[in-house]
């Protein structure tokens, strides 16, 4: 997790500023941004409802917790760095991705809890569940914890993927015809072929990028 400094001066060069315009934007002076990117002053709260009005959502949320952050005692800031540094995934310990005939609605409520796992492609956009089932054995086995990195939707039919279907949660290859998703397929020969008839109950969670077994 980057601390004010860091983000200011980033938002700071990749705006074309310099420090006395960015202080002026801020209804302040060179000086103090001087201060702030020093970390010899705590960026204000002024300072902070005037920078909502010209950063990107995304880096005004990342400044705003930093600025949260600092105001706690350092030893509380350190062992929250420390937590937020880690890959921690968020693990849904009732939702169930079915290697099987469907299982469990998803739902919306937070995390059961977050799984440490370590991978170079674990990033802020996945999430852990369980397989239920054996319709993809062996290449996905009941209880197997898996790793779906939401970000990637655009699917092909090599891969396996987390689908919502009919308000039920899916892990599938997909069929592909003709650039669309028409069905879902099973490893396993006993498990048929999944017709998508309803495209508007149908989306991709995600992909499956990691398989662990006895986490």
């Given at each position: ?10 938002y700071?060069?990749k705006?074309?500023?310099?420090q ?8 302040s ?57 880690r ?8 939702v ?9 609605n998803?739902c ?7 799984l ?6 674990i ?40 689908v ?37 109950s149908?989306n991709v969670i995600g ?5 662990i077994?006895?986490?």
């Amino acid at each position: 997790m980057r601390d004010v400094k860091e983000i200011l001066k980033e938002y700071r060069k990749k705006s074309g500023l310099t420090q006395p315009q960015l202080g002026a934007l801020i209804n302040s002076t060179q000086q103090y941004v001087s201060l702030v990117e020093n970390k010899k002053s705590p960026l204000s709260e002024d300072s902070l409802k005037e920078l909502k009005k010209h950063m990107p959502q995304k880096l005004y949320d990342e400044l705003e917790e930093a600025v949260y952050l600092e105001k706690m005692p350092e030893a509380f800031q350190n062992k929250i760095r420390a937590r937020m540094n880690r890959k921690t995934v968020p693990y849904y310990k009732n939702v169930k991705a079915s290697a099987g005939d469907g299982y469990f609605n998803l739902c919306e409520a937070p995390p059961d809890d977050f799984l440490e796992i370590k991978g170079a492609r674990i990033n802020e956009h996945c999430v852990a569940l369980n397989i239920q089932g054996d319709s993809m054995y062996p290449e996905l086995q009941d209880c197997d914890l898996i790793v779906v990195d939401c970000s990637e939707k655009e699917g092909n039919s090599k891969d396996f993927y987390v689908v919502r279907y009919r308000d039920e949660i899916f892990a599938k290859r997909l069929i592909i015809e003709n650039d669309e998703i028409t069905g879902l397929r099973s490893v396993n020969p006993l498990y048929k072929d999944i017709e998508l008839r309803t495209r508007d109950s149908f989306n991709v969670i995600g992909k499956i990028i990691k398989i662990i077994r006895e986490y």
